[in-house]
C-alpha cells in the first residue's frame, strides 16, 4: 500500500507515469508497505507464464530476498527509478522516505536494491556517477544506503505514521524498536536475493 498522499500522474513521453505526491511527505516517513493487496509470484510460477506476461511482471514487480515476484496491487508499482531516490526500502516489508518529498514531487525508487534480474542502462543524474542498475548493488551500496535509513529513523516517531498498522506485527514491533532506540537496525542487504541459493 502506497501513502494515502500520492496519486498516479503523467510525468513526460520518455518517462510515462509516475507516483506524485500531493501534500508534504516528511523524511523519515513510510511511504509503502507491503500488505494483502501485493501479489506474490513465486519463481516456478513465473518461469511457467506467457512472454507477455513475464515482460509485464519483469516491468512492474520487484523481488524479494526469496526470488519471489511482487506485484503491487495499488499505484506503487509506477514508482519510477531515481539513483538518488526519495524513498528506500527496508529489512521490514515497508519504504521509508529519505529526504522530504515535496507536493507535487515524485516518490522514487533506486532498482538497485528491488533485486533487478539484469543490468539495465539508466539516464545520468547530477549528483550520481552511476549510469546502470545492476543485480549485485546491494551488496556495493547497502551501507550507504543503511546510513540514508538511519538518518530517517531518527525522527519517525514524530511523524504521522499512516501506514503503520498495516506492517505486519513483528516488523512493527521491531520498526518501533529501532525508531526509539532500543534495537539495532537491520541492514537493507537483508532484502538481497542470492540467486547462488535458489
Not at 51 to 70: E, I, M, S, W
Not at 113 to 119: A, F
Request: charged letters at 25%; a negative charge; aromatic letters at 10%.
Amino acid at each position: 500500500m502506497i501513502h494515502p498522499d500520492t496519486e498516479l500522474r503523467f510525468i513526460s513521453p520518455e518517462i510515462g507515469f509516475g507516483v506524485v505526491a500531493t501534500k508534504l511527505i516528511p523524511k523519515g516517513t513510510i511511504t509503502w508497505v507491503f500488505d494483502s493487496l501485493d501479489q506474490i509470484i513465486r519463481p516456478e510460477g513465473f518461469e511457467k507464464l506467457d512472454p507477455l506476461q513475464k515482460t509485464f511482471l519483469d516491468k512492474y514487480c520487484y523481488r524479494d530476498p526469496q526470488g519471489n515476484y511482487v506485484l503491487c496491487g495499488d499505484h506503487a508499482r509506477f514508482v519510477n527509478h531515481s539513483f538518488r531516490s526519495s524513498c528506500m526500502s527496508t529489512a521490514y516489508d515497508c519504504e521509508l522516505a529519505v529526504r522530504d518529498i515535496h507536493p507535487d514531487e515524485e516518490l522514487t525508487d533506486d532498482y538497485g536494491y528491488l533485486n533487478p534480474t539484469e543490468p539495465f542502462d539508466c539516464v545520468p543524474e547530477p549528483g550520481s556517477n552511476r549510469t546502470q542498475v545492476l543485480p549485485d548493488d546491494l551488496l556495493n551500496f547497502h551501507r550507504e544506503w543503511d546510513a540514508q535509513l538511519l538518518e530517517a529513523f531518527a525522527d519517525f516517531n514524530k511523524l504521522k505514521q499512516p501506514l503503520l498498522h498495516l506492517l505486519a506485527p513483528a516488523h512493527r514491533a521491531k520498526i518501533l524498536a529501532v525508531a526509539a532506540g532500543k534495537a539495532a537496525m537491520d541492514s537493507i542487504l537483508n532484502c538481497y536475493c542470492d540467486t547462488s541459493k535458489s
